[in-house]
């Protein structure tokens, strides 16, 4: 069955510095997302993109936080200037069409020191 | 601001048992709505969809959906140890509006 991948499962990072998440979407899926769970807290929408643009985003999604889908195949989450906060595990997802079921990665473990 | 609000539980039922889930929302223009299912430290896993009013039924799942009421419901019939998890309420209200999870122990 097709699945969403994303690398690295784990990344640990200093203070300041950027950060690159990596998804890569199945294959037929036109609408791609991020999310991200705090330890012990919901899990909470960042950004959508579709047709090679954001199509919505939250209040966390602010200037640090960007998207890219630089090649047909991948979908990238780049934090600038990481924070303590920006730790978290942030899950990619994508689906078919906009508000059919969203099928979400293993995750990327983020771990800001 | 939309809301997605579940009792956190822990919801605790034996083996074999019924478990029952519920979830209200707040945006009464929502029209997809989802759970999903989520071991610690994993990612969510779609376990059911539902965009009708009524039940859907999969397997040991049936999702319920009352508009009118704004709620939305899952059933696990004949419960198992494996069963036992987080499950997140989600509603597409142009994002996925999730829920704070109900933990679920199902003990043999």
């Known amino acids: 069955e097709p699945e969403v991948t994303q690398t690295p499962s784990h990344q640990v990072t200093q203070m300041g510095q950027e950060v690159?998440?990596?998804?890569?979407?199945i294959s037929n899926h036109l609408y791609f997302y991020w999310y991200r769970q705090i330890l012990g807290q919901k899990v909470e929408f960042l950004v959508s993109f579709y047709n090679n643009e954001i199509s919505e985003k939250s209040e966390i999604f602010d200037d640090q936080f960007s998207v890219e889908r630089p090649d047909g195949?991948?979908?990238t989450l780049k934090i600038r200037s990481t924070k303590l906060e920006d730790s978290a595990m942030y899950f990619c997802a994508s689906s078919g069409e906009q508000d059919q079921p969203q099928h979400f990665g293993d995750g990327t473990r983020l771990?800001?020191? | 601001q939309k809301e997605v609000e579940q009792n956190s539980g822990p919801l605790s039922v034996p083996e074999g048992a019924i478990a029952s889930l519920n979830?209200?929302?707040?945006d009464r223009g929502s029209q997809s709505f989802f759970w999903y299912r989520q071991y610690s430290g994993k990612s969510p896993?779609?376990?059911?969809?539902?965009?009708?009013?009524?039940d859907k039924e999969d397997g040991r799942f049936t999702a319920q959906l009352n508009k009118a009421s704004q709620?939305?419901?899952?059933?696990?019939?004949?419960s198992q140890p494996s069963d036992s998890a987080t499950y997140l309420c989600a509603v597409w209200g142009g994002k996925l509006i999730f829920g704070q999870g109900t933990e679920l122990s199902v003990k043999p």
């Open chain 1, 20 to 25: 690159i998440l990596r998804c890569v979407p």
């Open chain 1, 73 to 75: 195949s991948n979908f």
């Open chain 1, 111 to 113: 771990s800001i020191l």
């Open chain 2, 23 to 26: 979830c209200t929302y707040s």
């Open chain 2, 45 to 54: 896993e779609l376990i059911m969809f539902i965009y009708s009013n009524g």
């Open chain 2, 71 to 78: 709620y939305v419901s899952l059933l696990i019939r004949d």
